[in-house]
């Protein structure tokens, strides 16, 4: 079987696996199957009934197994929430022999992240930004370059343990082992923005069932990441409780008729609203559904906003905004958005995952198609999963040692 990768991305609202293989170890991953399962073992992102989650993956893998026509025992695995923390961090060593060596880089990268991360936490990326060579700024690839001193500047994601270790549980419940674990707003960013737009700055919001994800670039590196705990059933939700209808009609309506700001509705649209308990349905404009949604859009858009304030270069995104996640979607979503942000807006798609299935051409799937760019791109493992499951291995280990002898 030729090289093959899966991208799971388990959300708050549907679960999607993705997959792909490719010609070669270096080749471009063609797409051959998927599977998408509605999910409701998620609330903000994070696993709340692992039965129900359990179920959701599973349905999603057999139905990608039947599409691509593998089996599929393992996934590159994608992790959201409120309780994601990204950092930066700096370090500085001296350079052995006048010359940078490979050496020399993994030696300034352990020094800028040999900082304090709570027991609670594990590390799930380790991105560098740039280097500085003696007093040269801006290096992107240092090795090989005379010097005496080398600093380094990275970004550091970090997750909450027992979130993770749900997460992978549910997977490894489902039959799937987690080969990756991989911030899903970054696997978005990784299908969805171009590499003038990373160049000039920009800031990648995906906006999710249950939480938003926020991932800022600038000269090719990641500056800022963050996860907000918002998102499209917060819209839904308040759907359903200002036109008194159940939530599944509530979401129904969102999806059809939903707008980001009246800006775009006529003043004689008219929708039908099914009623509750048995009730009749009756028909209200469509500025109604605007007039709920737009306060509730534009709080998202707060929140993002105060984000790229406290990332240091959010004005310096000279490539605006992208949108994706299932929200981008709402009429007016854009408009909105550049309004709030001042800044050109845009709706991303995975573009870069070439041959992709027309039907999953949509802002709600960056993040499976990302996550298996992911998995092409950045082979190595760089979030420390395998160092998690040898310190649960010797826990364990330790623990029943500790009862058998006491």
Known sequence: MKNVVVGLDVGTSKVCALVAEGASQNGEPVPIGYGVSPCRGLRKGVVVNIDATVEAIRAAITEAEKSAGVKISSAVVGIAGAHINGFNSHGIVAVKGGEVSPRDVQRVIEAARAVAIPLDRQVIHILPQHFTVDDQEGVRDPVGMAGVRIEANIHIVTAAQSYAQNLIKCCERAGIAVSQLVLEPLASATAALFPEERELGVGLVDIGGGATGIVVMLEGAVMHTAVLPVGGNHLTSDLAAGLRTPVAEAERL???????TNLVVKSDEMVRVPGVGGRAPRAIARRLLGEILEPRMEEIFALVQRELARSGVGN????????????????????????????????????????IPEELMKPMYTTAAGLVLYAYNEPSNSNGLGRYRRWLKIKSRVTEWVKEFF
């Open 254 to 260: 969102k999806i059809a008729y939903g707008v980001a």
């Open 316 to 355: 310096n995104l000279a490539s605006g905004l992208v949108l994706t996640g299932g929200s981008s979607l709402l009429e007016g979503a854009q408009e909105l958005a550049e309004r709030v942000f001042n800044a050109p807006v845009r709706r991303g798609l995975p573009v870069n995952l070439k041959g």
